[in-house]
Structure formats: structure tokens, C-alpha cells
């Protein structure tokens, strides 16, 4: 069993910046693929960023590139996610997602920004930007 829990969250005003983390416990395992991904009031959920094993590979949805980062720590099982220059747009649910199974070389980038590709899930943790 593996669980993923979010850290970060919080109520900022537009401009601001916050740093999310998420944590991985239960067995041991490693993610090929660590992705933040966000549900806003009344939207379906949607991909916000990904990261693979060695990080050599970073996506972002067009909405946050240039704005938020993507980083992990592998040694202490960890993801996170910058976000900087917030707007209203952003509030939102962030969840953590982890894919544990390799993707074949080339074909990542087109499936990092899919929900489904992922295997566990976090709780989410709420951010709230007030303009």
C-alpha cells in the first residue's frame, strides 16, 4: 500500500507565491512519474505538472508554464511544486499523483498530463488566491 500526502496549502493574495510538498509512505517504491494535478470549485480535475525518476523531464499545462515548478526528492520520497505569481485562477484542490511503472523512452511526454496513467492518489490540499 502506498499513501501520498499534500502539504502547503493555504489562503494568499494574487502574486504571491506557495510551495507544496508531497510525501510518500507505506511500502517502499519507486515513481517513475510524480505529477501535481488540481480541481478547482465546480471543474473537473486537471493536470498541472509532472516530473520523471531522474528529472530529466519536467511538463507543465500551458495555464502554469513559466509560473510554477516541479521539482522531487527521491532519497526522501518527496514532490513538490512552486507556485509563483499566483492568480484567482489558481485556487484550486492540488492532489499529488505517483505512476510507478516505467514509461517507455519517447512516449512520456504524451502521457505525463493523463490522469489515468497514474496509480495513487493524495487527499489534496486546498490553495485559495484572493485578488
Known amino acids: 500500500q502506498v499513501q501520498l500526502v499534500e502539504f502547503g496549502g493555504g489562503s494568499v493574495q494574487a502574486g504571491a507565491s506557495l510551495r507544496l510538498s508531497c510525501t510518500a509512505s507505506?511500502?517502499?517504491?519507486?515513481?517513475?512519474?510524480m505529477g501535481w494535478f488540481r480541481q478547482a470549485p465546480g471543474k473537473e480535475r486537471e493536470f498541472v505538472a509532472a516530473?520523471?525518476?531522474?528529472?530529466?523531464?519536467?511538463t507543465y499545462s500551458d495555464s502554469v508554464k513559466g509560473r510554477f515548478t516541479i521539482s522531487r526528492d527521491n532519497d526522501k520520497n518527496a514532490a513538490y511544486l512552486q507556485l509563483n505569481n499566483l492568480k484567482p485562477e489558481d485556487a484550486a484542490v492540488y492532489f499529488c499523483?505517483?505512476?510507478?511503472?516505467?514509461?517507455?523512452?519517447?512516449?512520456?511526454?504524451?502521457?505525463?498530463?493523463?490522469?489515468?496513467?497514474?496509480?495513487?492518489w493524495g487527499q489534496g490540499t486546498q490553495v485559495t488566491v484572493s485578488s
Open positions: 499523483a505517483a505512476r510507478e511503472r516505467v514509461i517507455t523512452p519517447g512516449h512520456a511526454e504524451g502521457l505525463m498530463g493523463l490522469e489515468s496513467e497514474y496509480d495513487y
Open positions: 507505506g511500502r517502499i517504491f519507486s515513481a517513475y512519474l
Open positions: 516530473i520523471t525518476w531522474s528529472a530529466n523531464t519536467k
